[in-house]
């Protein structure tokens, strides 16, 4: 069931025992929804859990500053930031046809949940979570700001994206106001390169391919880059963007090889391709101009097939 | 004589044939003032026109969409975001002792002006004429806001730097709400990067080097690497903020080689250096983290003496 903001403030009033789960390969504005709903939960003295496939990468770490994330056995499973629920990975076997709630604002959302919360125009997730807490009246202390701040600045590219709306802008300035350390998560999130990922980026630049009178650009990472740079798929999340931004290309193709030698692609597109169509052609998903898939195929093989699909979207 | 927001709109409201004056080596901050100021003058059907000493970057070519810019023989004199008179150029001899009113936010202000309107706590110059503009209640159209979204976002590092303020964010959502086009301004400012910038800055990063335990950076770029790119000085706007992504990296420096072998540097710091007084050492100025200085010497005398005096900053 389809429901709005005041009844999703209801229905997290009247519930405890929350298990609050994250998407795989956890993003800041997966994390930044989940660590600042369960404090808004902790501050409601709700007993109060977040969950994740995958491990939180430490510069996120400033989220779990001061929080309880005790195991019990969960009443109500909320999916925040999840368009479908084989992005909760291993998680889906257990939970993936119990969630009580999914607050998203992926248009792509596959409505697995009892209730949805969904707001495809909120250019962060963040911005749903912000008005929920508002709804529900408590206290927005300076580590949830910081919580939402996070979400708000990633998913945006630092406020850089089309996607962002004046609203994106006036939450942020709300929650500057009330604590959030914009200058610190900035630099954190966008401003600190390791020199080994400094390395690995000039790999990858280095390597760009283009294609189909370069409108689109590919950025190939192999195993052998990882080694040679001491890097691994963690430190690759930067690289997308990089793609679309040399002038001219309106597809950035990222496509990174995995241990098994199948490979994943991060697409980033501008305003006459939607990325989600093309990751949708490849079981995918995601935002128009930001989004991914998995192939069970090597890189090469990948590239081609994108490629191909590609020439067709770009008529 | 300093004045506030309210005598700046008065003063501005009464004169008439108005010259705006920009800093030499424009950025979108002192044209987004020039030409927003320029904007409302003419909305209020005053004569006014703009001068830079320097040729107007073709990626800022919208914001002189519509407008006039004739000669005439001003009776008034206003140097926007401009912190000293040096920074006018070969202007300075003509303008430089008659400048009536100054808008600026950098504490280094030589209070070279009959009137001062300084704000040093608004990230960009932007915000003041905005303020500016508001009381002179002129309508602030698509064009104007675009001028003044495009100097904040210029300005912040799209909003990034720890100068950014909730006000910053507030002033970016009623630009919004008033047409501005953000998605389009940041795309261009920020991810659009020429195939001939992208190996610049290839070049440029593969050439970094690393001084007093790896907290200063140096980014160094010739004459050489200009003629093996296609590039110029124009294309290196983009290159300072690079030096102090590197983890642990508390100065970047950023030189680069003139015609005449001499050097100019570009200074990004963060809260541990102010890089207003490592550029002030050599005759330079700019803001807390970001600042600039030119050397009568080369690149290596420069480097050395840069070296030397962030040492003696970095205790």
């Known amino acids: 069931m389809k429901i709005d903001v005041e009844k999703c403030a209801q229905l997290l009033g009247e519930w405890d025992n929350i298990l609050i789960l994250c998407h795989a390969h956890p993003d800041g504005d997966t994390l930044g929804s989940g660590f600042a709903l369960l404090r808004a939960m902790q ?75 969904l707001c495809s125009d909120a250019a962060a997730n963040c911005e749903i979570i912000f008005e929920i807490i508002k709804a ?32 994106t802008y006036r939450c942020a300035a709300e929650l500057i106001d009330l604590g959030a350390d914009n200058g610190y998560i900035n630099r954190l999130m966008f401003e600190t390169k390791t020199k ?16 189909l009178d370069e409108r ?18 963690q430190d690759t999340e930067a690289l997308p963007p990089l793609t679309r931004q040399i002038e ?25 391709v939607n990325a989600a169509d093309l990751a949708g052609a490849f079981g995918g998903g995601g935002h128009k101009q930001a989004a991914a898939c998995r192939f069970d195929c090597d890189i090469e093989s990948a590239k081609k097939l994108l490629v191909e699909k590609s020439k067709e979207l770009l008529k």
């Open 196 to 211: 080994k990922f400094a390395a690995l980026e000039r790999l990858a630049t280095q390597g760009m391919q283009f294609f």
């Open 43 to 117: 501050g409601l003295n709700k007993r109060a859990r977040i969950l994740c496939d995958d491990e939180i990468p430490s510069k996120y770490s400033y989220m779990l500053d001061g929080i309880k994330n005790e195991e019990f056995e969960p009443d109500y499973v909320v999916a925040v930031d999840v368009a479908t629920v084989s992005l909760l990975g291993s998680l889906q076997e257990t939970y993936g046809d119990r969630i009580n709630l999914c607050i998203d604002h992926h248009a792509t959302n596959t409505k697995y949940a009892e209730n949805l919360l």
């Open 248 to 272: 001219g290309v309106e597809i950035g193709l990222t496509l990174r090889e995995k241990k098994d030698k199948t490979c994943k692609c991060s697409i980033r597109t501008f305003e006459s």
């Open 136 to 167: 529900l009246g408590v206290k927005i202390d300076k580590k949830t700001a910081d919580c939402l701040y996070t979400g708000l600045t990633t998913d945006t590219g630092c406020f850089r994206y089309s996607s962002t709306t004046s609203n």
């Open 216 to 233: 689109v650009c590919v950025i190939t990472i192999t195993n052998e880059m990882y080694e040679q740079t001491g890097t691994d798929e």
